[in-house]
């Protein structure tokens, strides 16, 4: 691009691919919230969301790995589909999708994770009740041999090929060394996953009033949906897996990272506040939990008001950013 268009750096360019990746992540939700049932008219309109969620915004308009978070997040929805609605899911295609994932960024195959802890809790009551699931078992090995092969064979390639007097720097900026037990300080973040909306950052110029109030205002209707999917599908066994698996995943990526934090430092140490970009991946399961809960409750146009107030709050937030710049 540098050589075809003229004033266009690398930089700008690795930037402006940025828009593919959201396409292609808009493109595989819609693909997953079919799977899921929906029906194509609300399928169609609920990906507009997602360049509303400023953690999406942030990071298909910088370079860095979270680019590839909604693509992610969305084909681990599809595969839940696969999983629970349709009973068909392949391990080989589960353990090529979560692999990919590991290896894009390993925090990223948080939907993968949360999957495999509700597939073993599957496996765990079909054992108790002698209803064995072979299938699950395969998805569950499948998925975390992705995921942890190839992270343990970068660590041995890599692990010593660096300077071994190199010290972090990122260390104690958002770390503090472990003084008590470790749960107390962990017990304190456990939860902040629910935060996925409003646990943002932005370039000052966008990060205006509106997007604050509308960050609260999304942030409080997710968390919402999630525990509507989860007790309105009651009856729906396989719909409220995906609510079970969203509150699974809120829940494991800030102790992922805690656990992280405490075992690669000499001293231990936790994280004070861990942030949403980590969670990044979990919002088109998100973008689903509202779409199914609103559907459930009657309110199917809720979802359309919706994307378009999302469009008109970003719609006015860039045209801000851009008249300050």
């Not at 969301?49 to 681990?76: E, K, Q, Y």
């Not at 304190?188 to 966008?206: H, I, M, R, W």
């Not at 430092?265 to 979990?282: D, E, H």
Request: some cysteine; charged content about 15%.
């Amino acid at each position: 691009m540098d050589a075809a268009i003229d004033g266009i750096d690398f930089v700008t360019a690795a930037r402006l691919f940025g828009v593919l990746w959201l396409a292609a992540g808009m493109y595989m939700t819609f693909i997953a919230l079919r799977r899921w049932r929906i029906d194509p008219a609300a399928a169609i309109i609920a990906p507009l969301l997602l360049p509303a969620f400023p953690r999406v915004l942030h990071a298909v308009t910088t370079v860095n790995p979270d680019t590839a978070a909604i693509v992610i997040g969305a084909s681990a929805i599809w595969l839940a589909a696969r999983v629970f609605v349709d009973d068909d899911a392949d391990w080989r295609v589960a353990a090529a999708l979560a692999g990919v994932a590991g290896m894009t960024k390993t925090i990223g195959a948080i939907p993968f994770i949360a999957l495999g802890a509700l597939l073993t809790y599957r496996v765990v009551r079909g054992w108790r009740r002698a209803h064995p699931r072979g299938k699950d078992v395969a998805l569950v090995g499948a998925m975390a041999a992705a995921i942890l092969v190839p992270y343990a064979l970068w660590q041995a390639w890599q692990g010593g090929r660096g300077d071994p007097n190199w010290q972090n720097p990122l260390v104690g900026l958002n770390t503090r060394d472990v003084l008590g037990l470790p749960g107390s300080e962990w017990l304190e973040t456990a939860f902040s996953g629910l935060n996925l909306v409003s646990d943002y950052y932005l370039q000052e110029p966008l990060d205006v009033a509106l997007m604050v109030s509308w960050t609260r205002l999304l942030n409080l209707l997710l968390i919402g949906a999630v525990f509507a999917v989860i007790v309105a599908c009651a009856k729906e066994p396989a719909r409220r897996s995906l609510g079970w698996m969203l509150l699974a995943g809120a829940v494991l990526y800030p102790t992922i990272v805690q656990a992280q934090a405490y075992l690669n430092t000499a001293v231990p140490q936790y994280f004070l506040q861990v942030t949403g970009r980590y969670g990044l991946a979990l919002i088109p399961g998100a973008v689903a939990c509202i779409v199914i809960a609103a559907q459930k409750a009657g309110y199917r146009r809720l979802v359309y008001l919706l994307s378009l107030a999302g469009l008109v709050v970003l719609g006015i937030v860039i045209v801000n950013g851009w008249r300050v710049i």
